[in-house]
């Protein structure tokens, strides 16, 4: 498999989480990750802000 070139690095700065983790996807799908790993990250990473998101905003 070819591995992705990077054509354009966008300077915009996520400010939730979920456009932070598609940031992240991008960069991931980019150095040629498998759709698998890729479905797990994006599945783990969401499992844990939803499940503790409450919480960090509740110890603030």
């Given at each position: 498999?070819?591995?992705?070139?990077?054509?354009?690095?966008?300077?915009?700065?996520?400010?939730?989480?979920?456009?932070?983790?598609?940031?992240?996807?991008?960069?991931?799908?980019a150095?040629?990750?498998?759709?698998q790993?890729?479905?797990?990250?994006?599945?783990?990473v969401s499992?844990?802000?939803?499940?503790?998101?409450?919480?960090?905003?509740?110890?603030?």
């Open positions: 498999m070819a591995r992705a070139r990077v054509l354009k690095i966008s300077e915009h700065i996520p400010t939730t989480w979920e456009g932070t983790l598609e940031q992240f996807m991008s960069w991931k799908k150095q040629g990750l498998s759709k790993t890729l479905d797990d990250y994006k599945r783990h499992q844990f802000y939803n499940r503790y998101s409450a919480r960090m905003k509740a110890a603030r």
